[in-house]
């Protein structure tokens, strides 16, 4: 829908012809390509704001090189900071780690380097149970152990097969005021409040996919609910997002 309303620029070469524009739009194509199309507006923003919302969501301050980072790519700036603090610098493992098949079996051994360069010897195992069933993995670390906890799916357990919507049913579903996710993303911003009055086509939830920005609009007007997301959240297809109702 951003591509046909013009939001990345003029089509190169033809523009498509009326009957696609009123098969994606409705019978309303025109009153809303007039309202919506063109380039999509980027307001200006606050720097020292978003260094506090950044520092906010790791939990520490943050380095201007992490700040323009995140400037450009925020929830996958996030995302990383927060697994290097989890894991440590893993983007110093070499492509035949990473992409091993199969991974590692118990009495494996390989060196890597560290984030300084220096080399280092690993060991997997021994291995053993817990009373509960989980794994403990020794990886002998230049000659010192560390235990690996592993937490082990109980046997039988049964995964709960999740509901799915065709864009027809999420369709329906925003016009009665349960704002369900078209596609698979990651919340970017959600620019309205609890309690907070909205009108049809106003935008409710803004979702990254692709580095691409993505507005998820009101079908109604009334007044939110509740917002089930907040910003980072990751959504697949007819996850619900947010709840409207009309006064």
Do not use: C
């Not at 309303?28 to 007039?34: A, Q, R, S």
């Not at 520092?55 to 090189?65: F, L």
């Not at 927060?82 to 991974?103: C, H, M, N, Q």
């Not at 009373?131 to 152990?145: E, F, N, Q, R, S």
């Amino acid at each position: 829908k951003n591509l046909m309303l013009g939001r990345y620029g003029d089509f190169p070469f033809h523009r498509p012809a009326d009957s696609i524009y009123e098969a994606v739009f409705g019978k309303d194509w025109k009153t809303i390509l007039e309202r919506d199309g063109g380039y999509q507006r980027i307001e200006d923003i606050d720097i020292a704001v978003e260094r506090k919302v950044l520092e906010h969501r790791i939990g520490r301050p943050a380095t201007d090189d992490e700040l323009v980072l995140y400037l450009q790519h925020p929830n996958d700036a996030v995302n990383f900071f927060k697994f290097e603090a989890k894991y440590g610098k893993t983007w110093v493992l070499s492509p035949d780690i990473w992409f091993r098949k199969g991974g590692y079996g118990l009495g494996d051994k390989f060196e890597i380097p560290d984030a300084f360069g220096r080399l280092h010897a690993i060991e997997i195992g021994p291995q053993r149970r817990t009373k509960t069933g989980d794994a403990v993995t020794y990886l002998v670390i230049d000659h010192h152990p560390e235990q690996i906890l592993t937490e082990m799916e109980a046997e039988g357990a049964q995964v709960k097969k999740k509901v799915t919507f065709t864009p027809r049913e999420i369709e329906a579903l925003a016009k009665t005021g349960d704002i369900r996710s078209q596609i698979i993303g990651t919340v970017s911003e959600v620019p309205v409040a609890e309690g907070e009055e909205v009108s049809a086509g106003q935008v409710l939830i803004v979702l990254e996919a692709m580095k691409m920005l993505n507005n998820v609009v009101a079908e109604i007007s009334g007044r939110v609910a509740e917002i089930l997301v907040a910003p980072g959240d990751r959504v697949e297809v007819g996850d619900p997002l947010l709840l409207v109702r009309s006064e």
